[in-house]
């Protein structure tokens, strides 16, 4: 119940539920705790997150593992305190991870920190060599702090390791069964459902710009359902 209060944005009712647990004489467990600093983190509680952190280690006395180090940096980075964030990070007994050095540089690119997105990038690079797309977002951001020279070589250093961005794409996730008939019958219904979603969005949009009462027709032709081959 507590993840799933925090999966919804309601930070406050996690938190409260973790207090009636306490009360209760249950003792919350590592995943408890796991699931209540997230939610602190979506809802923006920070206050509250220290507190519940600082009592995980020090009333229950369970030793925080990576998964919490991260949470409390995510916390930190979404309500702005991004240096605060990165002292914590340097702070982790066991160092950083790469989801870490992650939710600083999704904090940056709300907050436009370039001094931070280059430090979270360099990480990220350092971390995962492989990712092709850490080394875009270094060399970006190199460019917009005047640093063409660094920006001119992480895009050598990448292509050096044969390494290529791979462009964004959109997939549908489907179970299919080894029937290849009724397999061939389902992609032509899913083929016809997608190809009318353009014109089942316009005569939405139609509706309710003329301030019409949008007809549950339309409310289900434009709900697009997960498809499972049997």
């Not at 009592?55 to 930190?76: A, E, S």
């Not at 992609?187 to 509706?207: G, L, R, V």
Request: with cysteine; aromatic share 8%.
């Amino acid at each position: 119940m507590i993840r799933a209060f925090g999966m919804n944005g309601c930070g406050q009712a996690a938190v409260k539920l973790l207090e009636e647990v306490c009360s209760s004489g249950v003792s919350p467990n590592s995943l408890t705790f796991s699931s209540v600093l997230p939610a602190c983190s979506h809802s923006g509680l920070v206050n509250d997150g220290l507190k519940i952190f600082d009592r995980m280690c020090t009333d229950f006395g369970f030793k925080p593992q990576t998964g919490h180090f991260t949470c409390l940096v995510d916390l930190l980075a979404r309500t702005g305190q991004l240096d605060d964030a990165v002292d914590f990070i340097r702070k982790m007994p066991h160092g950083p991870d790469k989801h870490s050095w992650g939710s600083i540089l999704a904090a940056f690119l709300e907050q436009q920190s370039i001094r931070i997105g280059v430090l979270a990038s360099e990480h990220l690079v350092n971390l995962e060599p492989e990712n092709a797309g850490h080394y875009v977002t270094l060399s970006n951001l190199y460019a917009k702090a005047g640093r063409p020279d660094d920006a001119v070589r992480v895009r050598r250093l990448m292509e050096s390791r044969g390494l290529v961005k791979q462009f964004g794409y959109s997939s549908v996730s489907l179970v299919a069964s080894f029937n290849s008939q009724r397999a061939l019958k389902e992609w032509a219904i899913a083929y016809e459902a997608f190809k009318n979603i353009p014109s089942h969005f316009q005569t939405f949009q139609a509706q309710c710009s003329q301030g019409l009462e949008v007809s549950q027709r339309t409310r289900m032709n434009i709900t697009i359902t997960r498809l499972r081959f049997l």
